[in-house]
């Protein structure tokens, strides 16, 4: 066979192997899923880095580079210093803020304007965003309660729950004042209720109060003036 006849068939040869062995590539779940089978996954999708894919686990999201099979965790932050990965958490979120059993809230208002808000009676900065919607009669509050950093504050939640006059019980509260000594201990269903409510919060995966969710969008801390700009 002459020189330039094995050169066309070796070329061939190159070219049918690539091929093949394209066919056969991993996709990034396949990769995935062979590299860290003990980690279960919602989604993986292509990030803006090329090559970088999102993976989302329940309510969290870390990165996976299948060329190196390496996962990355933290936060993308773009020029703006504006963390991507936050935005989308809150995207995340605000989906499944949609299916929350709402008659399980404490509603506050009829306003036609709805906000859904996961709060702490011992949270200064809840505290704060209280005072904020107490200004506002345009709004229709559903309030979760979540006290993450302040487990103490149970007690006054399940008093909230089970006041008659939950509104007024709410805003005592949230002013900081103390749970009157006439009040009657808890039921089991209000206790039962309270725990649904930190339930659901993990669920949606609120890491921080206040929350709140706002025409779709998530407001994390008393950020009044996103708050006014959602609420336009």
Known sequence: MSLHKSFIAAALSFLLLSSAAASFAATPEESFRSTFPQVAFDSITPTEIPGLFEVISGQNIFYYYPDKQLVLTGEIVNKDLKSLTAERKGQLAAKLVKDLPLDKALKIGDGKKVVIEFTDPDCPYCRKGAEYFTKRSDVTQYIFFAPLAHPGAIT??????????????YDAMMLGQEIPASAKPASAEIKKLAQEHMTLARKVGISGTPTFFVNGQMVVGADTKKLDELLK
Do not use: G, P, R
């Open 156 to 169: 006054k939640i399940e008093y909230i729950l089970s006041a008659e006059n939950k509104t007024q019980a």
